[in-house]
């Protein structure tokens, strides 16, 4: 079954080569059980690790059931490793983080998918330790742990145990025990191979060869023996097995060991926990000020014009003379409004900073002064009390109409109206409250005061001209054209020469103006974004390592989830389990995260802000990304690993 011809393995240290093994002929028969002794450093385990399939000889031919194994694939001798040999190691390598059963399961998780925990009790039982399933090793004494890796060695029911010194570290009644189980073995047909130095134990054995200097000494047939065909069925089906089956498995292994690595894990998941909430309540806030923004837009009415006076420049550039600035009254709103078609309402509009006082309290404010139509442009019909009619605005009237914060400020709260106020030394009688606007992040909209236009310029601004003629269209699609009406009427009315038409007035439009902004709020909200993402990637990094840590640190049982069968494809997915484990949870996490800070801004700063479903979908595929790519690098490292010098590794 085993067939070795001429076999070297050289070691190089430095410029000294090893030969460990110098030209060694063997071939072993099914059934057979075979003692391999001989002095230390003559070679028995380097021979035993080749012939386990765990090392490649340097020069020889070695085959296996006739296959030769320097041709086959490295998937190929994980499955020979899986199914056909089962390897016992001096030192025991049980995983210290995994019971017995556990322990003894570990090579169905290869094989079948599955820690079949049933068929490990099944086989401690054999091996005398039944009651001990759910002991750690360090739980256990030398023998006991031997005897958990002798089950570990069955479960995949191998044609062929190797053992090396398997007895070595054990007492002679532990060493007896193993003995006997090996025995029972090989009466039911499984090939042994024992590498020992207790002359009993060779003794024990139908053929005993003694090893020197990595030459075959000599090989002494003791008891006669039959060769046998125990068959092993169906072991190169599994080859085509698709991982997927044991994703779950690995999710449950990833899911342990980072559960027995607390700290480490909580602080990775902390770093794209931060990346994700960062992103996800910068979108939420950005979306949310957009929002805002447009209310407050859509309140000023979006067929809206503004038209303001520009200013004027000479020929040169500078500034012309103040007989040429450009002005506007409440004529040039009356014959707007006369002339240009499709205008529902024309307002003029003056401004200034005034002192307000009321018995002994003072405010300083914007106030405006203005036609009644503006309240209807302006979604400012009083809550309570009334606007001033047109005849009051001709007649000068001082009467006034305040805001939520002025009331607050002013009158404490209490019910103003028909109250006397004075702005700048002039009484002025409260007619109206506003409706209440709230802060918006930019200016507190209910801080306002409205008069009277007339009272307002003649009475407390002194103001001939007015600041601006506002103009409502009757719909969004005569914006253009009344815009164009506008500016070509005032600049004949008021004779403005053609080369300063372009200064002399302007007209805003508020729908132009609601584009800009929130284009630039969109911009905004990105590039916070766009930093916050930054953090992610950050965080990915602390992933990738963490996990090179992770992988450094589990060498060894890298080497033996190795040499009991994995394939590199299985190691891989197990560390990106792994590592896309840490990452959901930190964007799981991160999404929490957001959705508390969000809501507690919108609860405390009265700023809405949702978190929209595309940025929980696009967090949690990024998180999920990040934890790939940056897993990616690590997990390979883990897979290509020899599994007999990952075993060496400490
Ligand atoms: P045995 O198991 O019979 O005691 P080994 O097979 O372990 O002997 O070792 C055989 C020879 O190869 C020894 O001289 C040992 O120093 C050398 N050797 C074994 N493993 C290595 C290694 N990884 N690197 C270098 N030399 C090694
Ligand atoms: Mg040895």
Redesign the pocket.
Known sequence: MLEIKDLHKR?Q?GDVT?N?LNGVNLTIDQGDFVAIM??????????MHILGLLDAPTEGSYKVKGQEVSQMREDELAIFRRDVIGFIFQQFNLLPRMDAAENVALPLLYSEKRLDLDKAQGLLEKVGLGTRSHHRPSELSGGQQQRVAIARALVNNPIMILA?EPTGNLDSKSEKEILGILQDLNDQGITIVI?THEEEVGMAAKRLIR?RD?VVQSDIRRVPFTENHLEKQAAESKLSKIPLASVYQHFAQGIKTLAANKVRTVLSVLGILIGVAAVVAMLAIGSGAQAAMEKELSSLGSNLLILRPGAIKSASGVKADAGASSKMTQDDALDIKNNIPNLNNVVSTVSGRCQITYGNKNWSTQIVGTNPAYALMHASVPQSGRFFTAEENLARARLAVIGMTLVRELFGGANPIGSMIKINKVNFQVIGVLPTKGANGFRDQDDAIIVPLNAAMYRLLGKENVDSIEVEVSGAQFIDAAQEQILSRINTRRRIPVSQQDDAYQVRNMADIQNALSSSTKIMSLLLSAIASISLVVGGIGIMNIMLVSVTERTREIGLRKAVGATRGDILIQFLVESIVVSGLGGVCGLALAWVVTTVLTYFANWPADISFASVVLSVVFSGGVGMIFGIYPARKASLLHPIEAL?YD
């Not at 001989?38 to 021979?47: D, E, N, Q, W």
């Open positions: 070691y240290m090893v460990a001989g002095p230390s450093g003559s070679g028995k385990s380097t021979l090396d590498v090893m990595g060496r």
